[in-house]
């Protein structure tokens, strides 16, 4: 039974005039009759005693009509509460992100995004593994770095190129390197097993390996222990955003690109039909990490920071 007809044999009820509600609803008075005359059929009952001059609703059609308006009310309240959900979203939001980004980025990100969707409840749940949207059941997965091959929607947040970093300390004990060849001299701080550092200068790539004191597979202990002075380290511009903003860490070898496609970025599973509470927060952490890089000084020169 179509909605349509519904609407138009409540209108027909309400003021006994086919012409009047096709000027209402942009149709002929011939098609309203058309489709009152085909809910009749489907009913096998007549719903309006009609004359040339006059229309009047049946007692078959009194019955009717009270179910129709019934539907037709919950019909408006559910078009409502969606209406009402895209002019203010709510709901829940289940986000993955890894540990240091989350804590670091994405927790006071949330704080900004609830204050202005204080109908959005948020569970971040922070993780250092690759999740499963579907299987684990996540609206959004925010990542950092390299974005591998994956079968759901990526939205690019941030770019987060890599660098090259020392504290002062440690500049002022063993000098700045000039060139990427400079590194195989100095002592390197190495995340797992990434010993060699790929650079770009003037369409010329080079690749230095490195090696040092310390390796480890956690970036926030090297991060420690270069601010400590005990190397140089590579890290996202992200991930050492406060230590460079704070002159704990210096950016070393700023003309050369570092080989790296980094960015942070959210996982979701579809455009088609989104959420408008998923829609809300991409929106909200472009936003963000947008004025976050734009008011981030990246500050001293290896120069400034002996003087």
């Known amino acids: 039974m179509d909605i349509q007809d519904m609407r138009i044999f409540a209108r027909v009820a309400a003021v006994n005039n086919l012409s009047a509600v096709g000027i209402e609803l942009g149709l002929t008075p011939g098609t309203i009759s ?3 005359q ?38 408006e309240a559910a078009r409502a509460s969606v209406d009402d959900s895209v002019r203010k979203p709510k709901g829940k939001l289940r ?24 109908l959005i409840e948020v569970q971040l749940d922070l993780l250092d593994r690759m999740v499963s949207l579907q299987e684990d059941g996540y609206d959004v997965a925010v990542r950092a770095g390299d974005l591998t091959d994956t079968s759901a929607i990526a ?33 390197c701080l190495v995340l797992g097993d ?26 926030q202990l090297l991060q420690l222990a270069a601010v400590n002075g005990r190397g140089i380290i590579r890290a996202s511009e992200l991930e050492i955003l406060p230590e460079l903003r704070a002159g704990r860490l210096v950016q070393v070898l700023a003309d050369y690109e570092i080989a790296s496609n980094g960015a942070v ?14 829609r809300v927060l991409l929106e909200f952490l472009t936003r963000w990490f947008r004025d976050l890089r734009a008011h981030a000084h990246v500050g001293q020169s290896p120069e400034a920071a002996l003087s």
């Open 155 to 187: 939205k690019r947040l941030a770019p987060d190129p890599q660098m090259i970093a020392a504290s002062p300390a440690y500049i002022e004990r063993f000098g700045c390197p000039r060139r990427a060849e400079d590194l195989a001299s100095h002592s």
């Open 95 to 118: 986000i993955a992100a890894p540990t240091g980004l989350g804590r670091r980025y994405l927790g006071p990100a949330l704080c900004g995004f609830l204050g202005e969707y204080p």
């Open 34 to 36: 058309k489709r009152v």
């Open 194 to 219: 990434r010993s060699q550092w790929s650079f770009a200068k003037d369409g010329a790539e080079k690749v230095v390996r490195v090696s040092g004191p310390l390796k480890s597979n956690d970036g």
């Open 265 to 278: 970025w959210a996982l979701y599973p579809s455009t088609r039909n989104m959420v408008p509470r998923v």
């Open 38 to 75: 085909a809910l009749e059929d489907e009913l096998s009952a007549r719903l309006f005693d009609r004359t040339t001059r006059s229309i009047r609703i049946t007692e078959e059609g009194k019955a009717f009509l009270a179910h129709v308006e019934r539907i037709l009310a919950e019909v």
